[in-house]
């Protein structure tokens, strides 16, 4: 299974911006879908992830301001992200825990670079 993330950008601050995730190969079922995000010099951290059964959950940093959402059908998550701040800048990374036929598993997407300015 691959992801494909795509939608990263140059904004300013206060503009919005849209990610989409597609995975992409044999997927029996989806547990959860989540966007994390890596800026220069620092770790990996979750941004907002969704379920399942659509239940959602975000980083206290970004609450009231991004929101998760998902199209079971097409195996995509997406991330809007309004009122964007220089101290979202960073790589984003799709990730997807999902089953097959042989188990659980877990994918990461290649990245896409979001840089806000201020």
């Known amino acids: 299974v691959q992801l494909q993330a795509s939608g990263g950008g140059l904004v300013q601050a206060g503009e919005s911006l849209s990610l989409s995730c597609a995975a992409s190969?044999?997927?029996?079922?989806?547990?959860?879908m989540g966007w994390y995000r890596q800026a220069p010099g620092k770790q990996r951290e979750l941004v907002a992830v969704?379920?399942?059964?659509?239940?959602?959950n975000y980083a206290d940093s970004v609450k009231g301001r991004f929101s998760i959402s998902r199209d079971v059908a097409k195996n995509t998550v997406y991330l809007q992200m309004n009122s964007l701040k220089p101290e979202d800048t960073a790589t984003y990374y799709c990730?997807?825990?999902?089953?097959?036929?042989?188990?659980?598993?877990?994918?990461w997407g290649q990245g896409t670079l979001v840089t806000v300015s201020s």
């Open positions: 990730n997807f825990q999902w089953n097959s036929r042989w188990g659980t598993h877990e994918s």
């Open positions: 190969g044999s997927i029996f079922s989806i547990n959860g």
């Open positions: 969704i379920t399942s059964v659509g239940s959602t």
